[in-house]
């Protein structure tokens, strides 16, 4: 099977790259490289080049016989989606419909789109279920539910098969210590909190006035392996009919404080993560915890690093052995 990755030299791309790779796939990684790093697609068949670019996109699909695609590249910065909305639009969603546009006109029929928690908003009940409904609060979360419904009307007329796999919070590294999280600027806690554990600084607590046990928002935390293997389970589901759409939430069930992070990654690395109250950030809802009892019904999907522990060792053995992050 020829799997063209979009954003693949990203932290998620990266990693499932290697792991679609590793289970027998050809893969080819699309990265402009504006966000992504070299040294995370070492040995794989790269394309560089940017997805708002069409004719770029016809001539990497011109002969190539790709089977599926698998659609990472996208901005992913909450805030600045806010701050300069149309270039989140002209990249997640125009991007997005090139990426797609050119899928199809080269006969491409299996498509997997990484959604977000954000097209919820602020959820009405927690765990949150696929059929919550969106109510993005955000540019970023827009363009991503905008997507879906893309994907949704050319899984109608052309016999797309597509799964939108809606992330929670993607964190760890690769358990080899090979491949991690590395965003510029990083605006994640569990990266932010070892990046600071490192360097001896201190971790703002956005908001500890949340209506939760100890005031500080809870997030899903899921791994980034986890999340990979759910990648090979939908393109292994899509070899098997054409014409489904799937829209599944991964995430682990289970929600930790911003203090109970900081206080587990104070355990994993022995040391002391000094902390610091800040204002609430705009836009933050309280509790985002996933139900993914679809997604293991019907991938068969099982997160086998679940635990929030496992979690954060895996980042920080990334993290302690790449003070840097990727050399460049
Ligand atoms: N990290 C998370 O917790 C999380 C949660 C939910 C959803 N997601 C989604 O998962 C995907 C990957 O996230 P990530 O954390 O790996 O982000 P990332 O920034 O590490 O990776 C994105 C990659 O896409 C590339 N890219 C961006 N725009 C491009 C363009 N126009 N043309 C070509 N390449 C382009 C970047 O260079 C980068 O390598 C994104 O679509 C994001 O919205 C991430």
């Not at 639009?89 to 498509?111: C, D, H, P, Q, T």
């Not at 969106?134 to 879906?148: C, H, L, M, Q, V």
Request: net charge negative; with cysteine.
């Amino acid at each position: 099977m020829r799997v063209l990755v979009t954003g693949g030299a990203g932290y998620i791309g990266s990693i499932t790259s290697g792991v679609l790779a590793e289970t027998g796939r050809q893969v080819t990684v699309l990265d402009s490289f504006e966000k992504g790093h070299r040294d995370a697609v070492e040995g794989l068949q790269v394309v560089e080049g940017d997805v708002r670019d069409r004719s770029f996109l016809a001539e990497v699909f011109e002969g190539a016989d790709f089977d599926a695609v698998v659609h990472f590249a996208a901005y992913i910065e909450v805030g600045e989606s806010v701050e300069q909305p149309l270039r989140y639009f002209r990249n997640n969603l125009v991007g997005g419909l090139n990426v797609l546009e050119a899928a199809i006109r080269a006969g491409v029929r299996k498509f997997i789109f990484s959604s977000t928690a954000a097209v919820y908003g602020t959820p009405l009940e927690v765990p949150i279920s696929e059929e919550a409904p969106t109510a993005p609060i955000n540019p970023y979360g827009r363009s991503k539910r905008d997507f879906e419904e893309i994907l949704e009307s050319c899984r109608r007329s052309y016999g797309l098969s597509y799964a939108s796999l809606r992330y929670f919070n993607a964190a760890g590294a690769r358990p080899d210590g090979g491949l991690g999280e590395d965003h510029r600027p990083e605006s994640h806690l569990i990266p932010k909190v070892l990046k600071a554990a490192v360097d001896g600084r201190e971790v703002a607590i956005y908001g500890t006035d949340y209506p939760t046990p100890d005031g500080t928002c809870v997030r899903d935390y899921v791994h980034v392996m986890d999340l990979a293997q759910a990648h090979v389970l939908a393109l292994e589901s899509m070899d098997e009919g054409g014409g489904r759409g799937e829209v599944l939430n991964l995430g682990n069930g289970e929600g930790f404080s911003v203090r109970e992070v900081i206080r587990k990654a104070g355990e994993v690395t022995g040391l002391d993560i000094p902390v610091r109250k800040a204002p609430r950030r705009p836009g933050d809802a309280s509790i985002l915890v996933a139900s993914a009892e679809k997604a293991k019904r019907v991938l068969g999907w099982q997160p086998e690093l679940a635990d929030l522990g496992t979690i954060i060792e895996t980042a920080w053995r990334w993290h302690s052995s790449h003070p840097k992050g990727y050399e460049h």
